[in-house]
């Protein structure tokens, strides 16, 4: 989707100038990993549109495979107002677009042949036909034996009148997935409707605690992982530059299908996951997740960091 942001600090009622990003909290992991050398891909559906064009050519820039992205003949690209206010994002997301269009048909299920997981999201759950396939495709995956990775990533406003509705999603997705993120908000929002993450089996849990850090989850073993402090500017994408570094991380250590890890291990993807998420927000946008030669700086992250800048 194209996000445009706002300029000035204001509620959008009173705002008169945005900048227009790409985003879209799929795309933004799979190039936060372009960026940190792990191959991807996006599956996803675009209206035949300018900005269609624009998402498609700039995901090609950044060396994202997009030959699973289709196009709709029917909706237009998506597209979501993001308001910041102290660098903190609130979105009006518009509905009937080309992402929740997507039907399994639309997908080349060849990726499944070579792929090293599939990660999913919880927007595309709010809307048919684009929440069968989402499932679809995790169960197919699942069936391969290819790991899955699951976003939560409420959005109240596009269940609204749907609660019941939205619990049925979120818990069939769990059931679909090995690695699982959310925020605290949403951990806390599922536990109020009755539903415990940690009860179903997911093989590793990140909650993220925005200025706090994050929380891990895995095999008996529960971390935390302090939050690394910089001056943020614009929080948007912050949570998918989390995901595709702690996808990055293990990918780097080859535990991605054989998901083990130690307690060292499980800290230092942690650290990783943090201090990426952490200066993504120093830039404005969505794809905001820095390249990896620019961490071998940091000595704490720098055995990841070298792994992955290896891979280039």
Known sequence: MIDFITIEDADLKHVKTFEKHPGGAPANMV?????????????????????????????????????YISYDHERNTGVVFVQLKQAEPSFLIYDNVAY??????????????????????????????????????ARMARSR??????????RPNLWVG???????????????????????????FLEEHGVDVESFDVKLIAVTRSGEGSELMHAGQRVSIPA??????????????????????????NKLRSLTLNEVELRLAGRFAN??????????????VPRVESLLGIEEIRPIAERLAALG
């Not at 060849?110 to 684009?130: I, K, M, Q, T, Y």
């Not at 034996?145 to 409420?154: L, M, R």
């Not at 090995?178 to 951990?187: F, S, Y």
């Open 31 to 67: 190039v936060g990993l372009r960026r940190l050398n792990v191959p991807s891909g996006l599956i996803s559906k675009v209206g035949r549109d300018s900005f269609g064009e624009f998402l498609i050519e700039k995901l090609r820039g950044e060396g994202v495979e997009t030959r």
């Open 100 to 137: 929740f269009n997507l039907r399994i048909d639309d997908v080349d299920e060849s990726f499944l042949d070579a792929a090293d997981l599939l990660h999913f999201g919880g927007v595309l759950l709010a809307r048919e036909p684009s929440r069968s396939t989402s499932l679809e495709l």
């Open 145 to 154: 034996g290819i790991p899955t990775s699951f976003d939560a990533n409420i």
């Open 162 to 188: 749907r609660m019941d509705e939205l619990i049925r999603c979120m818990e069939e997705a769990l059931s679909c997935a090995d690695i699982v993120k959310l925020g605290r908000g949403e951990k806390r």
């Open 228 to 253: 690394y402090r910089v001056e943020a500017i614009d929080l948007t994408g912050a949570g998918d530059a989390y995901m595709a570094a702690l996808l990055a991380s293990l990918y780097s250590i």
């Open 275 to 288: 201090i990426v998420a952490a200066l993504s927000t120093t830039r404005r946008g969505a794809w905001s």
